[in-house]
């Protein structure tokens, strides 16, 4: 991660940004919005950061491969609930847009899923665990429920079949019978190798969200 008043060789910027050209470096880190000077010339040229207006997107462009488009301010504010409350992380992803939609803040669950991937791809998170939540899905509506109670309504959605009623119909009888069709959902784990670098991105999270109530 770039940080103020460090002298970065040119070689080390190429492997940041992706590009050995000093043009294609000049213009990320103007894109990006840091203020820099360069000393010295080809291979030899040294960056001296002076400004970052944004931290936290930089640290989400460079060190977890968002891309510069991205809004910004969702994707902080989606990643503060992710990592500070374990019960959003283990809310499935229709749950995760509804109550971030009740919280002002509209994500689709495409983009929720496509913030948790990238979250996966860095190794922060592990999606596919042996842990599950249930709950019963009803539209945009949602109840927590248990194992047991999940199981029940599966076993009486067989029941039904056999009794030769269609699939349309045994789903009915969940949703009249139990409020909503049962689903389940893996509970992510944080893997603790990259606690440091979590734990530094929650720290630019929270001066983000400080600076926006001071402005």
Wanted: aromatic share 14%.
């Amino acid at each position: 991660m770039l940080e103020i008043g460090c002298a970065y060789p040119k070689a080390e910027m190429t492997r940041i940004f992706g590009t050995n050209s000093k043009q294609g470096i000049d213009r990320k880190l103007t894109r990006y919005g840091i203020v820099f000077d360069v000393c010295g010339r080809g291979e030899g040229a040294v960056y001296t950061i002076r400004a970052i207006p944004d931290p936290f997107k930089i640290f989400a462009i460079i060190e977890l491969g968002f891309d510069a488009n991205t809004d910004f301010i969702k994707l902080r504010n989606f990643l503060y609930h992710f990592f500070e409350d374990e019960v959003f992380m283990a809310m499935p992803d229709e749950v995760k847009e509804t109550w971030m939609e009740k919280m002002g803040q509209h994500l689709t669950r495409q983009t929720i899923a496509t913030y948790t991937r990238r979250l996966e791809a860095n190794n922060l998170i592990n999606r596919y665990t042996k842990n599950f939540i249930y709950y019963f899905a009803n539209k945009k509506e949602q109840r927590f429920s248990d194992h047991a109670e999940y199981l029940e309504a599966w076993h009486n959605y067989w029941d039904d079949l056999s009794t030769g009623l269609n699939t349309f119909d045994a789903i009915g009888n969940m949703r009249a019978d139990f409020g909503g069709v049962a689903r389940k959902q893996p509970i992510p784990e944080v893997n603790g190798i990259y606690n440091d670098k979590i734990e530094y991105m929650l720290s630019l999270i929270q001066q983000s969200i400080e600076s926006e109530y001071e402005g």
